[in-house]
């Protein structure tokens, strides 16, 4: 999932799980993905309908640790 809030973003997993209740993150995998209604549930009600959007945003940015520079690259 994408948010987008203002001038910044973050992502989150998709609420889709597969067989074996796992994340398939990228697709690597290629197994089969079904939505998880609790995941889905819970994320429309704790973001979207409570307008939690730009402080999950804010939280994943200032959990993020990047040192920029040569090191990155």
Known sequence: MFYLSRLSGSFS???YIDKFG???MGLRFGRQ?????????SMLRNLW?????PSFI???LEAD????GWETI
Do not use: C, M, T, W
């Open 58 to 60: 804010s939280r994943k």
């Open 13 to 15: 997993n998709a609420p």
């Open 33 to 41: 993905l079904f939505l998880h209604q609790k995941r889905y549930d």
């Open 49 to 53: 309908l409570s307008h939690g959007v």
């Open 22 to 24: 796992e994340v398939d």
């Open 65 to 68: 640790i990047n040192n920029g």
